[in-house]
């Protein structure tokens, strides 16, 4: 190209470039707004309209000692940390690993010998050695054969085809092990009463009961609409991390009682000799299986000296020290092509195939893609749902306990910036699914499971209902309100608060309550609200039904977020175990219940107004409302037309 020519050309092609630009950018734009995914990426008040507006109702907790506080699934004070939306996942594309395992056996995908020709395969087994910090690699089997059982959970496959591919893969499968397929309970185990059931929980990071349903709406509905699960409204972390979860949950007590097991201070022991479930399990005659991703953090392992011993029969930790040492080289969260969350879902699956007719106790947690940030999770929604379908499919769920859960929610500042985002750290998912067997042969526990989704529960309690199900005591209906776990199997007591649940006051999600003048100006407001409302349902019915005022309040009673958990910042030291109370947040809105007589027909409604108040506004909500007088002939004129009006109106025809 002559010389002078050239910077000619090169404005014309930054111009070609920058008019393409444009052009794409309209064109996305008018993409975004046709198909609404712009509302999704920018967040509009669209969402909010979303069918699952509040979950956790104050209805529900009548005559509760703890009310939990109102929460929506797209709460304004949050939608800016779920603008960013991620980019799909996508692994190698190399194609389908070579190498698999098929319930303890080797296995050379047979689609890729046909393309590629003989497959000579090179199996490295990778070894757990002396504690909980080091792997090592076995002696290698040079020619390791389709078909032949696998020696270890985990090992390294080194491929080469008859074409010159090659291929080097870290595989985790579930080995057969003899010692577990023999392994018969302990003396007088199991416990005549033990409930038949296997154990699977998974859990997913920093998890919000929220979050969840917001990042993953279809295992959500999966759970609750198809399998029937249920998920506890006002279950209650007990401290700062996931520790403060995990102890709980699988030992039953706390960091601060258990002994020191902490990096660096003296006397501190390995952590084997704490009272972990799945020791329980396995004297049941349970095969038992845990992991989590994030081996460099592991929960017992970061602060904590982790295990000397190898705790339970299938170990993932392993895996993870040797597989997080090569993730530079993969596409981000996957492992050759398979994404890793995949991964690990397909191991427990492993699991079940390799006992079908053995007792198991699985736990697997899951941190990587919802630990450092909120919007990842929803890649993994549909992969989560395929695996409960594929568990339910395969009959696994009939006799087992299925747990999603999470640890805490969000704990970065950003998120604990308002005050539903502190609520939410607070108020971690924990949802169970019973087998629909068990519902017909256990239909006492359903029912106190049901009642208990609303009443103030917290990881003890999970602990609790393990040792419930190992030895199951039908003649106790009604949980000890003095003890601080109490199995989910029994009825929480109604009187339940956050001290008899052992939890400290600024983690109290129970809203702190002082009764209020029936003079106060926001109550009279609260009342009014009421009224407007009761006016605005019977609005269609006019003519026939009187408007109603108000006569008096009766009663009013104002619930506020505890001071303590708006005025906490955080931990102080790294083992959370001291809270930071200089916080300056202040709540956005309180809650008043009120007992209101209204005129004519002296109605008595017993209803809960949410007071906005930087907008000082006042909402009733038709859910919230109900009348505890009798009302007897006064709404006939449209009792059969409209039943749902007969608590609201006072037909016209009465007054002379
Ligand atoms: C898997 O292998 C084990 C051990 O050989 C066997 O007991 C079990 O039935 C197998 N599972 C399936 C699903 O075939
Ligand atoms: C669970 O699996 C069974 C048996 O395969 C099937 O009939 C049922 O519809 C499945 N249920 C759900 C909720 O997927």
């Not at 792997?135 to 089997?141: K, N, Q, R, W």
């Not at 032949?148 to 008859?162: E, G, L, Q, V």
């Not at 906005?612 to 009302?631: D, T, W």
Request: glycine residues 6%; contains cysteine.
């Amino acid at each position: 190209m002559p010389l002078l020519l050239r910077p000619c050309f090169r404005s014309l092609r930054r111009l070609l470039v920058t008019s393409v630009c444009i052009l794409t950018a309209i064109l996305t734009y008018m993409t975004l707004i046709q198909s609404g995914s712009w509302k999704v990426l920018f967040g509009s008040d669209v969402s909010e309209s979303a069918d699952m507006p509040f979950v956790i109702r104050s209805a529900n907790t009548k005559g509760q000692a703890c009310v939990p506080p109102t929460l929506s699934v797209w709460p304004n004070s949050l939608k800016a940390l779920y603008a960013r939306k991620p980019r799909p996942l996508r692994c190698a594309v190399a194609g389908p690993n070579w190498v698999h395992v098929d319930n303890g056996t080797f296995r050379i995908s047979a689609q890729f010998r046909k393309s590629h020709g003989h497959v000579k395969c090179a199996y490295t087994p990778i070894l757990r050695l002396a504690n909980d910090m080091k792997v090592v690699e076995g002696a290698t089997d040079t020619d390791m054969r389709d078909g032949r059982p696998i020696t270890s959970d985990f090992f390294k496959a080194n491929c080469r085809a008859s074409d010159g591919s090659v291929r080097d893969d870290l595989i985790s499968g579930i080995a057969y092990k003899d010692e577990v397929h023999k392994r018969r309970p302990a003396p007088g185990q199991p416990d005549p009463a033990a409930l038949p059931l296997n154990v699977l929980m998974f859990g997913f990071d920093s998890t919000s009961h929220m979050s969840w349903m917001r990042m993953l709406p279809r295992t959500h509905r999966y759970f609750t609409e198809a399998l029937g699960g249920v998920v506890l409204d006002a279950y209650n972390i007990v401290g700062d991390g996931t520790p403060q979860a995990l102890l709980p949950i699988l030992t039953g007590l706390n960091e601060m009682e258990l002994p020191e097991v902490r990096r660096g201070h003296s006397g501190a022991n390995r952590v084997d000799g704490h009272p972990w479930v799945w020791k329980r399990f396995r004297e049941a005659g349970y095969a038992t299986q845990w992991g989590e991703d994030g081996a460099e953090y592991g929960t017992f392992q970061y602060r904590m000296l982790g295990f000397k011993e190898q705790p339970v029969d299938h170990y993932m930790r392993p895996f993870y020290l040797a597989a997080e040492r090569q993730y530079k080289r993969h596409y981000p969260y996957c492992l050759g092509s398979v994404p890793r969350h995949l991964n690990m879902l397909n191991w427990v699956r492993q699991f079940f195939d390799m006992y079908p007719h053995m007792p198991k106790f699985s736990f697997l947690f899951h941190s990587e893609l919802s630990h450092d940030g909120l919007n990842d999770l929803q890649l993994v929604d549909k992969d989560t749902e395929a695996f409960l379908r594929a568990m339910n499919a395969s009959g696994y769920l009939d006799n087992t306990l299925l747990i999603l859960m999470a640890d805490h929610g969000a704990r970065f500042s950003s998120a604990r910036q308002s005050v539903q985002g502190k609520f939410e750290e607070r108020m971690p998912y924990m949802g169970f699914r019973f087998p629909a067997s068990f519902e017909r042969k256990y239909s006492e526990v359903m029912r106190n499971l049901r009642t208990n989704v609303h009443r103030l529960t917290t990881p003890y309690d999970i602990h609790a209902t393990f040792l419930d199900i190992l030895k199951y005591d039908s003649s106790v209906n009604q949980g000890d309100i003095r003890q601080r776990g109490i199995s989910l199997l029994k009825e929480i007591p109604r009187e339940r608060t956050c001290v008899d649940a052992g939890i400290d006051a600024h983690w109290c999600v129970c809203l702190a309550w002082e009764a209020v003048s029936t003079d106060d100006t926001n109550v009279k407001a609260a009342a009014n609200a009421i009224i407007r409302l009761i006016n605005e349902l019977t609005d269609v019915k006019r003519h026939l039904c009187q408007s109603l005022n108000l006569k008096y309040v009766k009663s009013a009673v104002r619930y506020s977020p505890s001071d303590r958990v708006l005025r906490y910042r955080g931990s102080k030291d790294r083992d959370g175990r001291v809270a930071d109370l200089s916080g300056t947040i202040s709540a956005a809105e309180v809650l008043y219940q009120l007992t209101i007589i209204t005129t004519p027909g002296g109605g008595v409604f017993e209803a809960t107004v949410k007071h906005s108040l930087n907008r000082n506004q006042f909402s009733a909500n038709v859910k919230e409302i109900s009348r505890i007088n009798k009302y007897g002939q006064q709404p006939h004129c449209v009792a059969d037309e409209l039943p749902h009006l007969r608590q609201f109106c006072y037909c016209r025809s009465q007054i002379q």
